[in-house]
């Protein structure tokens, strides 16, 4: 059983588009969060949620939005695709209290191009 | 805010050490972390090391810690063409990870 799954794998899409990717996780964690990874490799938190509550709400540009229907589950929808949103995004989900040992669990990604 | 930094690439010969060194900005991160990433992959968690240990040992795998210079390393011993990909370092930030930008290991037989 994959632990976080997102979907699609792949995602080729015209610009000014708009798309959604979906995450599960089926590991019980109460927080999951979207990753933004460039083409040079970077790694960059977009956004976290806690019990289907936003907590981390970074720098991104308001055409992304989260939506959390419920702690199992954290969707990212994209407005108006642009070019420059080309990238890997991932999925990864935490038990996410403070100062505890966990790590993340991380999805394979999902290769979003924009064409 | 916090800031990671990590050298980007790294080419050593199989049988060899790697050593993958990582400074970090936040004292009062409570855990830090080592990733890889395998290509095509996700990145999975390959070890951690508590704000209060020196060192952590784990097979292979040796974490160094010198938090008064908030820096950070992973020693990878006999090093095997499998274990070239991206490492990424992270520190906690509240309930976040920060990630540093990934050193490319290239493992040449």
């Known amino acids: 059983d994959t632990a976080v799954s997102q979907t699609p794998k792949y995602l080729v899409t015209q610009m000014g588009n708009d798309k959604s990717i979906k995450c599960e996780q089926n590991?019980?964690?109460?927080?999951m969060y979207w990753y933004k990874q460039d083409s040079k490799k970077f790694l960059k938190i977009m956004f976290s949620?806690?019990?289907?509550?936003?907590?981390i709400n970074e720098t991104v540009p308001n055409r992304f939005s989260p939506k959390s229907p419920d702690k199992a589950h954290l969707n990212l929808h994209i407005n108006s695709l642009e070019l420059g949103d080309s990238a890997v995004y991932f999925c990864?989900?935490?038990?996410?209290?403070?100062?505890?040992?966990?790590?993340?669990?991380f999805g394979s990604g999902t290769r979003l191009t924009v064409v | 805010g916090e800031d990671v930094e990590q050298s980007l690439f790294l080419s050593v010969r199989e049988g060899d050490s790697s050593v993958i060194n990582c400074t970090y900005t936040?004292?009062?991160?409570?855990?830090l972390y080592w990733y890889k990433q395998e290509p095509g992959a996700g990145l999975q968690l390959l070890t951690y090391?508590?704000?209060?240990?020196d060192m952590k040992q784990d097979q292979r795998l040796t974490v160094l810690l010198n938090k008064k210079d908030k820096h950070l390393s992973l020693r990878i011993a006999d090093t095997q063409t499998g274990d070239s990909a991206i490492y990424f370092c992270?520190?906690?930030?509240?309930?976040?990870?920060?990630f540093g930008k990934g050193t490319t290991l290239s493992v040449s037989s």
């Open positions: 936040d004292s009062s991160s409570t855990y």
């Open positions: 949620y806690n019990n289907k509550e936003l907590i």
């Open positions: 590991l019980g964690h109460d927080t």
């Open positions: 990864a989900s935490s038990q996410g209290a403070l100062g505890t040992v966990d790590g993340y669990t």
């Open positions: 992270a520190e906690r930030a509240g309930t976040a990870l920060i």
């Open positions: 090391i508590f704000s209060n240990m």
